[in-house]
């Protein structure tokens, strides 16, 4: 007898989503003080139409198993027509939280309940009850008999309207609804108050996925009233116009689960947080409530932005699993069996004193015990057993590999069986990981899966540019000797104008010796003008494969079953025979069960390989052969030489000396596998990966002396940790500069209108912004030695700054103690708000004016009714003020002014971000008496030039690696959670002094 998923009540151990939530199966009295605090404060926050400044966020902690989400899904069902409930999962995009916040709230919006209509129709339907009343009321005489028990009904219920809604077919009466809604709800934007209100005409569908975020094709975009090119809206002001349009009765609950998830990537935790404050201090009549694990939560708030530590409120520790309460669990499971039989026991066959003794002797969580009663029972009806079962661990314990794979075709059951998970709304940000966790896998196993052999996978391998983001890999297949590479981009794009550009971009990678391209997508037709279908279909079946989800199921459902898997053992979540897996334990059985060996998108790039001998391998049989490496100019935003091209010769070299590299590694003990190499504007990254459990980091960075001298490099390699591998970064023999004005051409749109500047271009050509607004980098300590660059990088900030923003929006105050970095003469600027100054006595009065104003602007915010400058709708009336000292360790040469200037310079950096008022203070001398930990505290943002030693690289990154860089603008920046290595861009005094005139 083969096990069905429908047979054991105990194969689902958590929750996916709110509404897997069943209430026969919950016990009421496990959390039951907390699900009450959290249902009371819901409920006291309806009817607030404006955000509640004293509000905080709540957080729910636990080990991992112990029905946090659980949690989540019991509020959900108890509020259930109350509040519009969306639980969110760990968040794919971390640099994009609220784009998956708004997706679900979106979703929940549209979704019907029980049969009951959607908060949007009964939104809509109230909105409209008294015009239709008003309307029906002024028929003639000869009419008003006749619709009297219409009137009546419209009269005693809003919902009766939509009885007349759904009987209406055509465009125009939704179209003019949704103009006079506008009307009544001016605070809206109009495109969103539009789509919202079309959300129940027959456009219904097309309005929540453009609400939800996705990019549209042309004609449903102009059947929406928007331009042919118009993105989604921002997910803030959808969310913003939900809590009007809901009359500011139905509470927004926001459930974000997993929240440790974040450390995926070092920036998650800070931009994480950073919008959740944004929901917090914009959106109405919401609440936020946060799940983490208990021991994770101390790193994740820690590593957050300031403000949002000051808005949670004290966590809730969720409880432990009782022995009673052990017992009603496992009775309510066996009571929903279809299977059950009339038996005295409540939970037969398990014996009560069995599971009694497992909390009391073994685990007090309750998946523990759901897994361990799914193990059993499993089996118990597989033998078509009569006998009781002891849930106490048995001594023989089965195959662990077996469990794993009765798990995952169970969960595989599951999914396939799951209406949400659907090849047509299937999220952009999932789909990317599940294909890039799926690719590491075949690069991991070091073996042929589905007749390939990954042998490397880089991200990034599609230019990123405009304010689509393109999410691409390149993998590296192995056949023989020979290594193709392919791009596999994956995007949900399908519209004209936005999927032009993105093919352009697919084109752009696939020249050179970039072999093919396979371009994941949810359907195979897509929609492109003449000119791009023309040359798609040239490369169609050649170079460009499509992998289109339509037609490809079984993918979609492994890929999500990987993603659940690889989730919850990432959060501790994933058991096997009570035993707590970890994300490499998960990944390990993934391999050695082979279960993703036949995956059709595997298969899909075994069309590229082709056996041939490469030219290194030919001139030199001996030599150590490297996986292909594309040329960067894939991966950046510019066609620019010196901004991304690398020359075949630098390429060249660089491998060259990737093969040094190995061959010494191997000499002294520590093999290595080359994984290729990426060339800048400034070094050469040369990639390798150990290959044997001797082979460790620091080894191979203690030998950084001796590298220098068997590469034959002027300066001392700087050796890294990079994912999956060891960079060895060395100096170019001809190093090249990256022009301001180029860098400029290509700013992001997003950063429009923002106190935004380049800080640099990383190794593969792609640019890194710097924006002042953002809490992490709204105060910069740069530190760097003569020659490192650091006074250019000074000129290249104010200069950016100044070409970007007009000087209604931006005013400067400079300090230059050396009269070097800022020697402008007699140059008039309408962006100075003072002459440069060039003394401690001249600064002094200056640094007193920023603390003022930053007071006065407090005064004027509070007027307004905002929090910070960025919310001021009209940017001239507070412009953004940057403060840059060149040298300040020169200020606090004299006693008289040291104590002053210190006090000054503290409380600036603690207050004025919010006001709009910026410190960028540089130094050559970052030693504990000029940087003082008080104020490192009150200056976030990070950049090192190379300085002098090690111990000034610790004081201001708290790494060494800057006493390494090679100068001349070489920097390394403190973003999220780790470094960026970066080449500054350059700009002419001519330049700079242009930029300072008016525009």
């Known amino acids: 007898m083969s096990l069905l998923l429908s047979d054991n009540p105990f194969s689902e151990s958590r929750l996916n989503a709110g509404s897997d939530f069943r209430p026969d199966w919950d016990v009421i009295d496990l959390n039951r003080l907390i699900a009450d605090d959290l249902v009371k404060q819901i409920r006291a926050v309806k009817g607030h139409v404006k955000p509640d400044p004293s509000q905080m966020i709540r957080v729910l902690l636990a080990p991992p198993g112990y029905g946090k989400t659980h949690l989540f899904g019991r509020i959900g069902h108890e509020l259930d027509g109350e509040v519009l409930f969306s639980f969110v999962p760990a968040f794919e995009d971390v640099t994009r939280p609220l784009q998956q916040i708004r997706s679900h709230v979106v979703e929940n919006l549209f979704r019907e309940r029980s049969g009951r209509p959607s908060l949007l129709h009964q939104a809509l339907a109230r909105l409209c009850q008294p015009s239709l009343v008003e309307y029906v009321a002024a028929f003639p005489p000869s009419l008003a008999a006749q619709y009297q028990s219409l009137l009546s009904g419209l009269q005693a219920d809003p919902m009766a309207v939509l009885g007349l809604v759904q009987t209406v077919k055509a ?120 799940s983490c694990l208990e021991t994770e939560w101390p790193k994740f708030k820690e590593l957050s932005v300031q403000a949002f530590k000051q808005r949670v409120a004290k966590p809730l520790i969720v409880s432990e699993l009782s022995e009673t309460q052990a017992v009603e669990l496992v009775a309510r499971r066996m009571q929903c069996w279809n299977g059950r039989e009339p038996h005295p026991g409540s939970t037969w066959p398990f014996e009560e004193a069995s599971i009694r003794m497992y909390v009391r002797d073994c685990s007090q969580n309750p998946r523990s015990l759901i897994q361990r009663c799914g193990e059993l029972f499993a089996g118990w009806l597989e033998g078509h057993r009569k006998e009781s079962l002891y849930v106490t661990r048995p001594k023989d314990v089965a195959d662990p590999a077996k469990l794993f794979l009765q798990m995952w075709n169970a969960e595989l059951e599951s999914i396939a069986r799951d209406p949400a998970v659907t090849w047509s709304d299937y999220q952009e940000e999932r789909l990317y990981r599940g294909v890039h966790e799926l690719l590491t896998l075949a690069r991991d196993a070091g073996r042929d899966m589905a007749g390939v052999r990954v042998r490397n996978v880089a991200e990034n391998a599609l230019r990123q ?97 990987l993603l659940r898997f690889l ?99 191997k000499l002294w003990g520590m093999p290595v596998s080359p994984v290729g190499v990426e060339i800048g504007p400034g070094f050469a990254r040369l990639k390798i990966e150990p290959t044997g459990s001797r082979t460790t980091f620091n080894k191979v960075r203690d030998k950084t002396t001796d590298l220098k001298i068997q590469l034959g490099l002027k300066n001392a390699p700087l050796i890294d940790s990079q994912p999956g591998c060891i960079s060895v970064d060395v100096e170019l023999p001809h190093r090249r500069t990256v022009a301001l004005a180029e860098v400029l051409a290509y700013a992001p749109v997003d950063l429009a209108n923002r106190p935004a500047l380049p800080v640099g271009v990383d190794v593969a050509g792609q640019p890194y912004w710097l924006d002042l607004s953002d809490t992490s980098d709204c105060h910069l300590l740069v530190a760097g030695q003569t020659g490192s660059g650091k006074s250019e990088f000074l000129r290249a900030l104010v200069a950016a700054l100044a070409m970007r923003l007009a000087p ?24 100075l708000h003072a002459p440069v100054a060039y003394e401690a006595e001249a600064a002094l009065p200056l640094f007193e004016w920023c603390m003022e104003e930053t007071r006065n602007r407090y005064e004027m915010l509070a007027q307004q009714r905002k929090t910070n400058v960025g919310q001021l709708e009209d940017q001239t009336l507070l412009p953004r003020v940057v403060v840059v000292v060149d040298e300040f360790a020169e200020l606090l040469v004299q006693k008289e002014t040291k104590t002053a200037l210190n006090g000054l310079l503290k409380q600036i950096g603690a207050l004025a971000r ?86």
């Open 171 to 290: 465009l125009i009466p939704f179209q003019r609804l949704a103009s006079s809604i506008a009307r009544r709800l001016p605070q809206i934007p109009f495109p969103v108050i539009n789509a919202l209100a079309l959300g129940w005409s027959p456009l219904a569908d097309v309005a929540r996925r453009w609400l939800r975020g996705d990019f549209l094709p042309m004609e449903e975009l102009t059947q929406l009233g928007l331009p042919t090119d118009a993105g989604p809206p921002s997910a803030l002001d959808v969310l913003k116009g939900i809590a009007p349009l809901l009359g500011y009765q139905t509470p927004m609950v926001i459930c974000c689960d997993q929240i440790e998830m974040t450390f995926k990537q070092p920036e998650g935790p800070r931009q994480v947080s950073a919008e959740l404050l944004e929901i917090i201090h914009q959106v109405p009549n919401q609440v936020l409530i946060l």
């Open 465 to 561: 540019r405009g304010q689509v983001k393109r999410r691409a890999v390149a993998v590296d297949l192995a056949e023989g000797k020979q290594t193709d590479r392919v791009v596999v981009p994956v995007t949900t794009l399908n519209n004209g104008p936005n999927f032009r550009y993105y093919f352009e971009d697919i084109e752009l990678a696939l020249q050179g010796q970039t072999a093919g391209c396979l371009l994941v997508h949810r359907q195979v037709e897509f929609q492109m003008g003449s000119k791009t279908r023309e040359n798609f279909d040239s490369l169609l079946g050649k170079k460009l494969r499509v992998f289109a989800l339509d037609q490809n199921l079984a993918t979609l459902h492994r890929l999500e079953c």
């Open 567 to 665: 989730d919850r053992a990432s959060g501790q979540e994933l058991q096997l025979d009570s035993v707590t897996l970890s994300y490499k334990d998960c990944q390990d059985y993934l391999l050695k069960t082979s279960i993703l060996d036949n995956v059709d998108l595997l298969k899909s790039l075994s069309a590229w390989c082709k056996p041939e001998t490469t030219k290194e391998a030919a001139s030199s049989p001996s030599a150590i052969v490297v996986p292909a490496v594309g040329s960067a100019v894939a991966l950046a935003p510019s066609p620019h030489d010196n901004l991304c091209e690398s020359g075949t010769k630098d390429k060249s070299w660089a491998i060259e000396k990737l093969n040094v590299l190995a061959a010494k590694l």
């Open 808 to 831: 209604e929006q931006l005013q400067f105050v400079i300090i230059d103690p050396k009269r070097v970095t800022f020697n402008l003469g007699t140059l008039e600027s309408p962006y």
């Open 914 to 999: 919010a006001a709009g008022i910026h410190l960028v203070l540089a130094t050559q001398r970052p030693d504990k008496d000029v940087v003082t930990p008080l104020l490192k505290a009150n200056l976030p943002g990070r950049i090192a030039f190379h300085v002098a030693n090690e111990a000034n690289s610790k004081l201001i990154l708290g790494d060494p690696n800057a006493a390494y860089l090679l100068g001349k603008g070489d920097l390394l920046w403190q973003h999220g959670g780790g470094l960026l290595r970066l080449q500054s861009p350059l700009v002419a005094q001519s330049e700079l002094e242009k930029a300072l005139r008016a525009h």
